[in-house]
């Protein structure tokens, strides 16, 4: 365990101005995909997973490539913030290109990998008013990734759209608040057409309540989703991990909590599953257990300046142990 003056000095080793974060650790000790805890574990400790709020990772195809999202302690500003994997190891996290003056959040790789989906509240569709969250997309070409587009309307409407996610098909899935909308928030799908998305949907009520469903991973095959919900009679805290696989008729079953081996009292959300390595990644505001009193201003300061200290850090664990199977009624 590290005494507080030595967790206090390594606080002071995370510089941040605006988004631009520098990093005292070597990555390559810190990041290791093909490990698989078997209970869940922060990811990345000192380079991914620090003091500040980390959230929404999205892992390459290949392995080499890491986008998460990077945010003050209030996420005031939130950044897209890139790894990448070369033959002399992983490197230190920077901003994407297109990222950092507004807020940014939510990536998933889509189109093995050279297409880059995410949340956005950039200005959008020529209308200098709108702050509300799209979904956007940058697609890379000859190792760079492009100015990001915006989907249509279909997705995009008046309101906020939220962490999209896309099947092998090309089908999206995303959160939407919208009025005529089941509940407060929803988990929406849009089919993939010849020119584009087609008109989006709210999935059935074995997914979406008359509460809040958000942040939906979907499976490549689109027989998986995992999802997070507030409100429910089964919720553990602030929000749980939730989980829905379909029958042999095509249709979602009803949802099942993921239990007290990956929810805890606090948010837990931001689903992903790397399917090559075989872990599942998800977001969580827990906290490490409370000292019992504090009695000098040193050990608060070091216990709120390491990471565990309730803004979000990103945690993984071994796939096979979830153990997502049906809910039997």
Same mark, same amino acid.
């Given at each position: 365990?590290?005494?507080p003056?030595?967790?206090?000095?390594?606080?002071?080793?995370?510089?941040?101005?605006g988004?631009?974060l520098?990093?005292?650790?070597?990555?390559?000790?810190?990041?290791?995909?093909?490990?698989?805890?078997?209970?869940?574990?922060?990811?990345?400790?000192?380079?991914?997973?620090?003091?500040?709020?980390?959230?929404?990772?999205?892992?390459h195809?290949?392995g080499?490539?890491?986008?998460?999202t990077? @945010?003050?302690?209030?996420?005031?500003?939130?950044?897209l913030v890139?790894?990448?994997?070369?033959?002399? !190891?992983?490197?230190?996290p920077?901003?994407?290109?297109?990222?950092g003056q507004?807020?940014?959040?939510?990536?998933f790789?889509?189109?093995?990998?050279?297409?880059l989906?995410?949340?956005?509240?950039?200005?959008i569709?020529?209308?200098?008013?709108?702050?509300?969250?799209?979904i956007?997309?940058?697609d890379?070409?000859?190792?760079?990734?492009? #100015?990001?587009?915006?989907?249509?309307? &279909?997705?995009n409407q008046? !309101?906020?759209e939220?962490f999209?996610?896309?099947?092998?098909?090309g089908?999206?899935?995303?959160?939407? @608040?919208?009025?005529a909308?089941?509940?407060?928030e929803?988990?929406y799908?849009?089919?993939?057409?010849k020119?584009?998305?087609?008109?989006?949907?709210?999935?059935?009520?074995?997914?979406?309540? @008359?509460?809040? #469903?958000?942040? @939906?991973?979907i499976?490549?095959?689109?027989?998986?989703?995992?999802?997070?919900?507030?409100? +429910?009679?089964?919720? $553990?805290?602030g !929000?749980?991990?939730?989980?829905?696989i379909?029958?042999s $008729?095509?249709?979602?079953?009803?949802?099942?909590? $993921?239990g007290?081996?990956?929810n805890?009292e606090?948010?837990?959300?931001?689903?992903?599953?790397?399917?090559? +390595?075989?872990?599942?990644?998800?977001?969580?505001?827990r906290?490490e257990?409370?000292?019992a009193?504090?009695k #000098?201003v &040193?050990?608060? +300061?070091?216990?709120?300046n390491?990471?565990?200290?309730?803004?979000?850090?990103?945690?993984?664990?071994?796939?096979?142990?979830?153990?997502?199977?049906?809910?039997?009624?």
């Amino acid at each position: 365990m590290h005494s507080p003056n030595y967790l206090f000095i390594l606080m002071l080793s995370v510089m941040v101005a605006g988004c631009k974060l520098e990093v005292a650790h070597d990555p390559k000790a810190a990041i290791e995909l093909t490990s698989t805890p078997l209970s869940p574990e922060i990811f990345g400790e000192g380079i991914i997973s620090t003091s500040l709020y980390e959230r929404d990772i999205a892992i390459h195809p290949s392995g080499n490539e890491l986008i998460y999202t990077l @945010a003050d302690y209030k996420q005031n500003r939130r950044c897209l913030v890139v790894l990448q994997k070369t033959e002399q !190891g992983w490197s230190e996290p920077r901003i994407l290109p297109f990222s950092g003056q507004y807020q940014d959040i939510e990536p998933f790789f889509a189109h093995e990998g050279e297409r880059l989906f995410f949340a956005s509240n950039r200005p959008i569709f020529q209308d200098s008013s709108r702050n509300d969250y799209n979904i956007w997309y940058s697609d890379r070409k000859a190792g760079s990734w492009g #100015e990001p587009q915006a989907l249509s309307e &279909a997705v995009n409407q008046k !309101g906020d759209e939220f962490f999209p996610s896309v099947s092998e098909s090309g089908n999206l899935y995303f959160t939407a @608040a919208r009025q005529a909308g089941p509940g407060r928030e929803d988990i929406y799908y849009a089919k993939a057409g010849k020119d584009g998305f087609e008109q989006a949907v709210p999935l059935d009520s074995n997914i979406n309540t @008359a509460l809040f #469903e958000f942040n @939906a991973y979907i499976s490549p095959k689109e027989d998986l989703i995992v999802f997070s919900s507030f409100g +429910r009679a089964d919720d $553990m805290g602030g !929000g749980d991990l939730y989980y829905s696989i379909k029958d042999s $008729m095509g249709n979602w079953m009803p949802s099942s909590n $993921m239990g007290a081996g990956i929810n805890s009292e606090k948010l837990d959300y931001s689903p992903f599953i790397d399917w090559e +390595r075989g872990n599942f990644y998800f977001t969580s505001e827990r906290v490490e257990q409370l000292p019992a009193s504090w009695k #000098e201003v &040193a050990e608060l +300061r070091a216990y709120a300046n390491q990471y565990g200290n309730g803004f979000g850090n990103i945690f993984r664990v071994s796939l096979e142990k979830l153990e997502l199977t049906p809910r039997q009624e």
